[in-house]
């Protein structure tokens, strides 16, 4: 779950909250988030998962979700052989 912070109309900030299945990030592209707490950075972290394609950096409060090119995955793939019977 993803909380961000807005400002309305008449310059309230509005709060809006957002399961991570409702966000669609398309090979090639990316996310950037800020504001986000360590803590909530850890739960995202669980609630994906070990076993993501997604890619995640976090520095000091900005959140990055990264997805790879379908191409990078294949790369991995063979390095990680390569690495495994060498």
Same mark, same amino acid.
Request: hydrophobic share 35%.
């Given at each position: 779950?993803? %909380?961000?912070?807005?400002?309305? *109309? =008449?310059? +309230?900030? *509005?709060m /809006?909250? @957002? +399961?991570l #299945? $409702?966000?669609? @990030?398309?090979?090639? +592209?990316? @996310?950037?988030? %800020?504001?986000?707490?360590w +803590?909530?950075?850890?739960?995202?972290?669980?609630e994906?998962?070990? %076993?993501? /394609?997604?890619?995640?950096? !976090?520095? $000091?409060?900005?959140?990055?979700? #990264?997805?790879?090119?379908?191409? %990078?995955? @294949?790369?991995?793939?063979?390095?990680?052989?390569? /690495? =495994? !019977?060498?």
């Amino acid at each position: 779950m993803v %909380h961000s912070r807005s400002l309305g *109309n =008449k310059g +309230q900030i *509005n709060m /809006v909250t @957002v +399961q991570l #299945r $409702q966000i669609d @990030v398309p090979p090639g +592209q990316r @996310v950037l988030l %800020h504001d986000i707490s360590w +803590q909530e950075f850890e739960n995202i972290l669980e609630e994906l998962g070990e %076993h993501r /394609v997604a890619r995640l950096a !976090y520095s $000091q409060g900005s959140l990055e979700i #990264r997805m790879p090119l379908p191409e %990078h995955e @294949v790369d991995k793939e063979i390095i990680g052989d390569m /690495v =495994k !019977y060498c």
